[in-house]
T-cell receptor, first 114, second 111 residues
Framework: ETGVTQTPRHLVMGMTNKKSLKCEQH?????MYWYKQSAKKPLELMFV???????ENNSVPSRFSPECPNSSHLFLHLHTLQPEDSALYLC?????????????FGPGTRLLVL | EDQVTQSPEALRLQEGESSSLNCSYTVSGLRGLFWYRQDPGKGPEFLFTLYSAGEEKEKERLKATLTKKESFLHITAPKPEDSATYLCAAKGGTSYGKLTFGQGTILTVHP
C-alpha cells in the first residue's frame, strides 16, 4: 500500500454522462498529479498541482476538469467523454523541495467509455 | 523534447536466468532516473531513483545502473513473482514535476 488511494477502481460511462474520479493521499505530500495510461502507450502526464495550485496542464481536452481542494485530495471531473478516453487513470503525489522528489502512485481507476 | 525508450518490449525468462532491461533516455538536464514496477490492474510501484552517471542501487534481486545515455535494470536469478511490467521514467530540468515515461518492458518469469 503506497498511501495513495483512488475511487472508484472501475467506471463505465456513456458519452453523455458526467462522473468524477477521486484521489486521496495520506503521505503528507504537497504535489499531486493525474496521469493517463492507455494500452501500448507510455504514461501521459495530464495535470500537476502544487500546494493546491495547478502548475502544469499538458494540453488536455476541456472535457477533463481537475480540482484540488486541498493538498490531500484531487479530483478529475469527466463530461462528454469519447471512447478513445478509455484508459487507466492514475493519481500520484510527491513532496517537492527534497531534492528530486519521487512520485508515488495510486492503484488507478479503469475507465471504459461506451 | 525529452524521450525515454525501453527495450525489449517483452522478455521471457526461465526461473534463475539472469538478464537486463534497457532504458535509453534523451533528457535535457537529467535530474533523476526512476524505475517502477507495475503489476496488472495496479498502479506503478516505486523501485529506484538514480541521480548521476555511475550510480548503482540494489534491492533484492534487482540492481539499477545509470550512464549518461541509458539505465539498466539487472535481474539476478529471477523468480516467477518478479513477473511484471517494469517502467523507466526520467525527470529533466525544464517542466515542473514532469516525468517522461518509457513504454515499459513486460517481464515474464517461468518456473
Amino acid at each position: 500500500e503506497t498511501g495513495v488511494t483512488q475511487t472508484p477502481r472501475h467506471l463505465v460511462m456513456g458519452m453523455t454522462n458526467k462522473k468524477s474520479l477521486k484521489c486521496e493521499q495520506h503521505l503528507g505530500h504537497n504535489a499531486m498529479y493525474w496521469y493517463k495510461q492507455s494500452a501500448k502507450k507510455p504514461l501521459e502526464l495530464m495535470f500537476v498541482y502544487s500546494l493546491e495550485e495547478r502548475v502544469e496542464n499538458n494540453s488536455v481536452p476541456s472535457r477533463f476538469s481537475p480540482e484540488c481542494p486541498n493538498s490531500s485530495h484531487l479530483f478529475l471531473h469527466l463530461h462528454t467523454l469519447q471512447p478513445e478516453d478509455s484508459a487507466l487513470y492514475l493519481c500520484a503525489s510527491s513532496q517537492p523541495g527534497q531534492g528530486v522528489e519521487t512520485q508515488y502512485f495510486g492503484p488507478g481507476t479503469r475507465l471504459l467509455v461506451l | 523534447e525529452d524521450q525515454v525508450t525501453q527495450s525489449p518490449e517483452a522478455l521471457r525468462l526461465q526461473e534463475g536466468e539472469s538478464s537486463s532491461l534497457n532504458c535509453s533516455y534523451t533528457v535535457s538536464g537529467l535530474r533523476g532516473l526512476f524505475w517502477y514496477r507495475q503489476d496488472p490492474g495496479k498502479g506503478p510501484e516505486f523501485l529506484f531513483t538514480l541521480y548521476s552517471a555511475g550510480e548503482e542501487k540494489e534491492k533484492e534481486r534487482l540492481k539499477a545502473t545509470l550512464t549518461k545515455k541509458e539505465s539498466f535494470l539487472h535481474i539476478t536469478a529471477p523468480k516467477p513473482e518478479d513477473s511484471a511490467t517494469y517502467l523507466c521514467a526520467a525527470k529533466g530540468g525544464t517542466s515542473y514535476g514532469k516525468l517522461t515515461f518509457g513504454q515499459g518492458t513486460i517481464l515474464t518469469v517461468h518456473p
